[in-house]
């Protein structure tokens, strides 16, 4: 079973959505789940768990002391894999972060509250900072629920159909085709031809073409990285595409 934990400062906002569908279902079966209050690492009766700035400035920042307990604490109880913290300062997760971690027996995710977390803390357990985009949220829980729903889907039994990933967005380098489904016409919009065609070959095509043209409207950081590797750096578009 693939095991996370979660620190955070509000463990009853775990499993939160993950309790529903895909994920909720294979709670318990394929992964399970521990919230664990970093308050009750707390050094006071208070459960202080942050202190003012070191130089000052506005806010508080979670204290090195509480945390490392905190942590301690859960790799006591079993707590596994890699130690995430979710922060706006992290690398950004890609979809071959998720997979990478997926594969593995689990993770410990640590959600950062007020200014942000003293960097001792971060060195001293060997926290990896995490990013889901250039945005600030008001915790990193949010962050860890979307985190941990990337990895739950793509473990083994959670998909019904588990090859139905392999073709979506950030799998490979181009964004995934558009979707259709009945009915065939939609306020004057009509499914693309070559769908009902039953021409698997057609279709393949189409979606290709679809993919290819979405990425290079959507994502130019992406058709970038993706004419890069078609064409072997050379600074123009694949052959035939």
Same mark, same amino acid.
């Given at each position: ?6 620190? /955070?400062?509000? $463990? ?22 521990? =919230? ?5 690492? =707390? ?31 859960? =790799? ?25 971690? =997926? ?69 490979? $380098? ?8 009945? $009915? ?8 693309? /031809? ?48």
């Amino acid at each position: 079973m693939w095991r996370s934990t979660v620190l /955070t400062l509000y $463990p009853a906002m775990f499993p939160g959505p993950l309790g529903h569908a895909l994920a909720g279902r294979a709670l318990g079966s394929a992964w399970s789940l521990d =919230a664990r209050d970093i308050r009750a690492s =707390a050094f006071d009766r208070h459960g202080s768990v942050d202190d003012t700035p070191a130089g000052g400035g506005p806010g508080m920042v979670l204290r090195a002391d509480v945390l490392a307990a905190a942590l301690d604490a859960a =790799a006591d109880a079993g707590a596994i894999g890699p130690r995430l913290l979710m922060t706006p300062r992290g690398r950004p997760l890609t979809q071959a972060r998720v997979r990478a971690l =997926a594969a593995g027996p689990g993770v410990t995710l640590v959600c950062g509250r007020f200014e942000g977390v003293d960097e001792r803390a971060i060195l001293a357990r060997g926290l990896e900072e995490v990013a889901v985009g250039d945005v600030v949220l008001s915790g990193g829980e949010t962050a860890a629920l979307l985190l941990l729903d990337a990895c739950v889907r793509l473990l083994p039994g959670v998909m019904g159909d588990h090859a139905s990933g392999d073709d979506e967005s950030f799998e490979r $380098p181009l964004l995934e085709h558009p979707h259709y489904t009945r $009915p065939r016409e939609f306020e004057g919009r009509t499914i693309p /031809t070559e769908l009902m065609s039953g021409d698997h070959a057609a279709v393949a095509r189409w979606r290709r073409r679809a993919a290819l043209t979405d990425t290079r409207a959507r994502r130019p950081d992406l058709w970038a990285k993706y004419v890069a590797s078609a064409t072997g750096g050379v600074d123009k578009a694949p052959e035939n595409e």
